[in-house]
């Protein structure tokens, strides 16, 4: 990209609908000036706040704090979303440059005692409910980042800060060349017997976008358990996939992470001691949803038996379908022959059906229709990031534009591995803004002219995405802090694990599920024979997930003294010793390759977050089954109470509000197969 004149287009708001940013103008050089202006005038801005002569109160305090730093927002909202989706050499550069500034501008706001003594001075009598949580969340926030702290201990707290910043940027950079480096490339298309010859066209073009023209490049996910493994049957080439998969980041080589992950712990170890609490565990739970860490561990445990129970009668119907010793590498391949000849399901032949225009348009955006009166207009002249970057504009019921959607949906070099949803653009009565979101995925993208098709998994996370892209479209609050998906992590999942819930209701399932070249839809017979074999699979899925949820709090429960040398014998210990170690099955994320927890610190002592809101997705799939299930009806009770609300209140009220009690874990137990 290219911009000829002199501005900088991030200084100011941009004039396109939404203020989508104007991506086609801004270079790669606009982030850096447009981040550092953006420092100085929040900085500034904070100051006036500070030194107002008038007596604190909320309108010259707290609204002026949200009103402050929009220009910072602005910038950095379009500039992470390149960091994740279309990272250039410039662009990882400047991400390892701008994190500790990011950072330390952070701790110059929650740590300045002034700022602090104004919010505290804020009388709230009089003030509605919104209003007195917005004070009351800033005061949480000054006192959970250290603002009680003397002098020596905040700046080392600063230093801490500074240096995990450091760290997480640079494991989130190696593990993305990990990946990269980690894809498995094949001389001729005689091995890749059993893979769909959509996915070997894929392989093909990855291939030769690499420089291996005439070969085959099986790129990996992010996950540990690759798609490929259930269709290959070459056994060692199931081998090689497997093990480069689970050793991305702790062989040794120039991408290993285990260094960053034992550092980051002990870094983190010390922050928590520093601000009063027994590990960095206790400290993320208390800014959750999760009434305590106690409650945390206590649900992963009660899973965690008869998850691998569960695993072990499939393990044994395995080995029998395969009729020699199982590997690890073995499992997606034979699981999908018992599905095949006990279920009569071959989710290979269903792709078909799950062509992934039609998934979008005929199943994402018809279900959102039914459900909340939305439609979607696609907006050919806005132009985003990426060439593959597509823009919707959404419309409500009444017709009145609600905000832009963005997908980006094909993986590439540049973009890091998995599945999201971000915001360039927030939804703020405040501040009359309206939102703009962004799904981002990694499906493999077929030769030019071929149809795209979905495997159900993908299905799954094009649903899920979207879920999470409704909670930012259908926010409707005043203060931009409480805005969409700014809630306690362990409640972010939610909404967007009820949205997959559409995937296969007759009325959504009969909409999209048509064979991409005849128009047939998915016979009844082939429904069924999913339903049927739904539990197949759930001793597997549960323990994957769980080995990482306790991996993960293996890390944070540690204290200073206590923190390894050898991540790789750390990780075997902990998964023993919860009792979620075994040989088949390697946790869903492994250090070496763990970013939710690594990356940055979106997740960290959090990634049991998944699981604790599908026992509220269990709950609320209950209730719309209970209640006739899509309908507009149904629809604007979870609009009303739940996905408008964000964090203006608090985040189990409005699930009360919408369910009619507190949630209980029964749901959850009969939906895995746990009883």
């Known amino acids: 990209m290219t911009n000829t004149s002199s501005s900088n287009p991030l200084l100011t708001p941009s004039g396109l609908p939404y203020q989508l940013p104007p991506f086609g103008q801004i270079d790669d050089a606009h982030y850096a000036k447009a981040l550092d202006a953006g420092l100085r005038e929040h900085l500034a801005e904070i100051e ?140 001729d298309a005689a091995e890749l017997a059993g893979l769909p010859d959509g996915e070997i066209a894929s392989a093909a073009e990855a291939a ?26 070459n056994r060692g080439l199931r081998e090689r996939l497997h093990k480069a998969s689970i050793s991305r980041g702790s062989d040794g080589g120039a991408f290993d992470v285990q260094d960053l992950a034992i550092a980051m712990a002990g870094l983190r170890a010390e922050k928590a001691a520093l601000l009063g609490f027994a590990n960095y565990a206790e400290l993320v739970v208390e800014r959750q949803t999760a009434p305590s860490f106690a409650k945390v561990q206590a649900m992963l445990n009660r899973l965690a038996g008869p998850a691998v129970r569960n695993a072990d009668r499939e393990a044994a119907a395995l080995a029998e379908v395969a009729g020699h010793p199982l590997e690890a590498w073995d499992w997606a391949y034979y699981s999908a022959r018992v599905r095949r000849e006990r279920f009569a399901v071959d989710e290979q032949a269903l792709r078909p059906y799950f062509e992934f225009e039609k998934v979008l348009a005929d199943g994402v955006f018809f279900a959102a229709n039914r459900l909340f009166g939305l439609t979607f207009s696609e907006r050919e002249d806005l132009q985003g990031y ?46 009359g803004t ?10 493999s993208k077929p030769p030019a002219g071929e149809a795209t098709l979905l495997t159900l998994d993908e299905v799954r996370t094009v649903f899920h995405e979207f879920g999470h892209a409704l909670h930012g479209l259908l926010s409707n609050v005043t203060y931009p802090r409480f805005s969409g998906t700014a809630v306690p992590r362990d409640f972010v999942e939610y909404p967007s694990q009820v949205n997959e819930m559409w995937i296969m209701w007759p009325e959504v399932l009969g909409n999209y599920a048509r064979h991409y070249q005849t128009g047939e839809v998915l016979p009844q017979e082939a429904i069924d024979r999913l339903e049927e074999s739904r539990l197949w699979g759930e001793g597997f899925g549960t323990t994957e997930y769980l080995g990482a949820a306790l991996l993960d709090l293996a890390w944070h429960v540690l204290s200073v003294g206590e923190i390894p040398k050898d991540a790789a014998e750390f990780e075997s210990q902990a998964l023993a010793a919860a009792g979620v170690a075994h040989a088949l099955i390697p946790p869903r994320y492994r250090t070496g390759y763990f970013q939710h927890i690594f990356a940055g610190d979106g997740y960290s002592a959090g990634y049991y977050s998944y699981i604790w809101s599908e026992v509220l997705d269990a709950e609320s799939v209950e209730w719309f089954k209970e209640n006739g299930g899509l309908t507009r009806t149904n629809g604007e009770r979870f609009r009303a109470e739940l996905l408008s609300r964000g964090n203006s209140r608090d985040p189990l009220e409005s699930f009360q509000k919408f369910r009619g009690r507190d949630a209980e874990l029964e749901p959850l137990l009969k939906r895995r197969g746990l009883e």
Do not use: C
Not at 387 to 412: I, N, Q
């Open 386 to 431: 990426h060439p593959d970057v597509r823009v919707w504009e959404v419309f409500d019921a009444d017709g009145s534009g609600l905000g832009l959607f963005l997908g980006d949906y094909y993986t590439r070099d540049t973009k890091r591995g998995g599945a999201w949803m971000n915001s360039l653009v927030d939804q703020s009565a405040l501040m």
């Open 434 to 443: 309206r939102p703009v979101v962004i799904n981002t995925l990694n499906i």
């Open 48 to 187: 006036v706040i500070v030194s107002d002569p008038a007596s604190a109160d909320f309108e010259n305090t707290a609204v002026a704090m949200e009103r402050s730093g929009k220009l910072l927002e602005r910038a950095a909202n379009a500039f992470f979303t390149l960091v994740s989706a279309d990272a250039s050499d410039a662009i990882r550069s400047l991400e390892t440059d701008m994190m500790p500034k990011l950072t330390a501008h952070q701790d110059a706001v929650y740590l300045n005692r002034a700022l602090y003594e104004r919010f505290e001075a804020i009388n709230v009598s009089g003030l509605d409910a919104e209003s007195s949580r917005l004070v009351a969340e800033y005061l949480r926030e000054f006192r959970q980042s250290g603002i009680q702290l003397d002098l020596a201990g905040q700046e080392r707290l600063r230093d801490l800060n500074a240096e995990l910043s450091r760290l997480g940027t640079e494991f989130g950079q190696r593990t993305k060349e990990a990946m990269k480096a980690a894809g498995v490339l094949v001389e």
């Open 208 to 233: 030769r976008s690499a420089g291996h023209d005439g070969k085959y490049l099986l790129t990996l996910i992010q996950p540990g358990n690759q798609p490929a493994l259930a269709s290959l049957e």
